[in-house]
């Protein structure tokens, strides 16, 4: 059974408000727990049904019914496994922007599913890091993280000041190709 205060704490990580106030995110999904399990990301909770875990090999999980677990997911089909997970405290260090070979600067990129398939793809080609601009969606909203499959566990999302972003890597010439 899982507590009133809780289901409000994980539902109101939907929105972007609650997730900086209590710096976490929710991933949902088999596949998408574990990548992020197996990664430097510090879980805060995991929630899954006892058919779950009768059939897997998960610790430190908490048992909900399907009722719950439909309450707290932000699915319209919930899978039978939930983590709330803390958010990480990436920072800027232009050091790191040059040791880099292959870094992606993104701006206004509005569309959630979006985002998410370009964390994805640029996964795949080996990108360490992606720098955000301050008017992109969320990194951490659930149809990011979700689209993303797993990527965000191993690619750094770092949301900056474009402008500043840009004059630094002029500044310490770094060859940096646009497109729009």
Known sequence: MISKQTIKFISSLKHSKYRLKYNCFVAEGPHL???????????HS???T????????????SIVSQRELSRISSLKNPSNILAV?????????????????????????????????????A???????IYVSMECVDVFNP????????SLSRV????VDLALMLNKIKNNNIICYGAS
């Open 156 to 159: 750094r999302v770092i949301k």
């Open 123 to 129: 996964d795949w080609f080996g990108v360490n890091s």
């Open 143 to 150: 149809k990011v993280v979700q689209a993303t499959m797993g």
């Open 85 to 121: 997970i803390y958010r990480p405290n990436y920072k800027l260090e232009i050091n790191k922007v040059m040791q880099h070979k292959k870094i992606i600067l993104l701006d206004s990129i509005s569309d959630p599913g979006n985002l998410g398939s370009i964390i994805r793809t």
């Open 50 to 61: 006892q058919a779950f875990v009768d059939k897997n090999q998960f610790n430190n999980i």
């Open 33 to 43: 727990v574990s990548e992020f399990i197996n990664s430097k990301f510090k879980i």
């Open 46 to 48: 995991i929630y899954a």
